[in-house]
């Protein structure tokens, strides 16, 4: 059975066992270095999630894997993981689950290519409000996913400040919650 076949069983299998989690499955990647298996599968869920709850996943998809014997009796590595920094925003879920992270984004508008880093504001299933922020002012950018070119999650160290968290459209109390987080805030 080829790798790609292989992966896509894989997934197939641990699929709906994940929508019994409550978790989306990303990801599958096989990969085989020489002399081993590892697998990697990313998962995500609105609201994110702990190590434990990880682990959690983890094991209940080493049984699965185990028990259906798609990867016959040569061992293997399971990596679970979660979506990470440069993450491409595809679908809206990732959007989403993404408000208030930076991002950077090429994207069309009136016929004309753009990038922007933006913080991701509110969406829906159609499109994704970009918060932009220079120096003092923070304006807004509607845009289609059917504009969006590229969209992936950016590295951050600062948090940003609380006018630019309410322009994401966050609720007062995840404003709290990112603005005692211990880190530096930006001036808005």
């Known amino acids: 059975?080829?790798?790609?076949?292989?992966?896509?069983?894989?997934?197939d299998l641990v699929s709906p066992?994940?929508?019994?989690?409550?978790?989306?499955?990303?990801?599958?990647?096989?990969?085989?270095?020489?002399g081993r298996r590892d697998i990697r599968i990313v998962v995500d869920r609105d609201g994110g999630s702990t190590l434990d709850e990880l682990a959690d996943v983890s094991?209940?998809?080493?049984t699965a894997l185990d028990d259906a014997d798609v990867l016959g009796a040569a061992p293997y590595e399971l990596e679970v993981t979660t979506p990470g920094i440069g993450r491409p925003l595809t679908l809206p879920r990732h959007w989403r689950r993404?408000?208030?992270?930076?991002?950077?984004?090429?994207?069309?508008?009136?016929?004309?290519?753009?990038s922007a880093e933006a913080r991701v504001g509110v969406s829906d299933d159609h499109q994704v409000t970009l918060v932009l922020v220079d120096k003092n002012r923070i304006g807004t950018l509607d845009v289609a996913y059917v504009d969006i070119a590229n969209a992936v999650?950016?590295?951050?160290f600062s948090r940003p400040g609380e006018a630019a968290l309410r322009a994401c459209g966050l609720d007062d109390d995840e404003v709290a919650r990112r603005r005692d987080s211990g880190t530096p805030q930006q001036a808005d």
Do not use: C, H, N, W
């Not at 059975?1 to 997934?11: K, N, V, Y």
């Not at 094991?59 to 080493?62: D, H, K, M, P, S």
């Open 98 to 114: 993404s408000q208030g992270r930076k991002v950077k984004v090429d994207y069309t508008v009136d016929g004309r290519r753009e």
């Open 1 to 11: 059975m080829s790798g790609e076949a292989r992966t896509e069983q894989i997934g």
């Open 59 to 62: 094991r209940a998809i080493e």
């Open 153 to 156: 999650v950016d590295v951050d």
């Open 17 to 34: 066992l994940l929508d019994r989690l409550g978790f989306d499955l990303e990801d599958v990647v096989l990969l085989t270095p020489p």
